[in-house]
């Protein structure tokens, strides 16, 4: 059970929003919320989300190049300077009760809200072969930009052949002393920009046509046992990272009885409005912004779901 830390902004017991998320879509709907004079919680397990884990953002407006996490550090301080409450810790439950709703946390924390974000994201997918759960933390990471300094001078292994794939690659060439980056298809699916920036790097090597069967090891990871087009074949490695895409992450959306799509969204009107009354969703996680699912669609659809609660409120409430 990890720590709830409190920012400056004091908690209440009820808020008009309750936003369950601290990534983009997160922070910018309780950015809009506060234009809106709209008191917003914003409770998140990992501040930033899958953003704040990018090595360098190069394609938001304005800013040319930044770090991911430093990006997500000034969405994070903007937020909270407009009073912005901001919990780190995650909801394991949302009941409605009467025309509210209550958000319990995993320290059992309640919070009453008039209306709730779903901004929850997506959640690495794993590989699904023998041995992988066995030694999360010993060696299978899920996470480059997290655990690349534990692997200094060691060899690892990236699976995936997309943008983070590539990235992890990117990351873990400036610690380990040999990176594989191990693709099931016979090319690469990453932008060219970041490819060409992989294959500047004397020490990644590429395994196209390859597919991890099995790792093993003892208390730790040692190796990981290969198929290609020619057999299987083993290379010995100390740790793993797979970076093969994203599944939103929608247990809290379900267990509201929103509807999904056959990906498993949060489907959305224009919006960001759901099928239950008073639940609204943004980023990652939704049918919006046409699947792009980058850091500006997710900071778009907030500002439109604050917008449309602004609205809902309004009509809902009025005098």
Known sequence: MFEINL??????????????GAGPAAYSAGIYAARFKLESLAIGEELGG???ESIEVENYPGLFKIPGKELMDKFKAHAESLGVTILQGSVVKIEKEGKDFIVTTNENKKFKAKTIILATGSKKRKLNVENEDKFVGHGVSYCAICDAAFFKDKVVGVVGGGDSAVNAALILSKFAKKVYL???????KAAEMWVNKMKEK???EILYSTQVKKVDGSEKLE????????GEK???IDGLFIEIGTIPSTELA????????????????SGMETNVDGVFAAGDCTTGSNHLEQIITASAEGAIAADSIFKYLHSKYKE
Do not use: C, F, S
């Open 50 to 52: 899958m953003a704040a």
């Open 182 to 188: 191990i693709h099931r298809r016979d090319q690469l």
């Open 234 to 236: 083993e290379i010995a």
């Open 254 to 269: 379900e267990m509201l009885n929103v509807k999904l799509d056959e990906r498993g969204h949060i489907v959305v009107n």
């Open 7 to 20: 920012t400056k902004n004091e908690l209440k017991d009820e808020y008009e929003i309750v936003i369950v």
């Open 223 to 230: 190796k990981a046992i290969l198929t290609t087009k020619d």
């Open 202 to 204: 004397d020490n990644v």
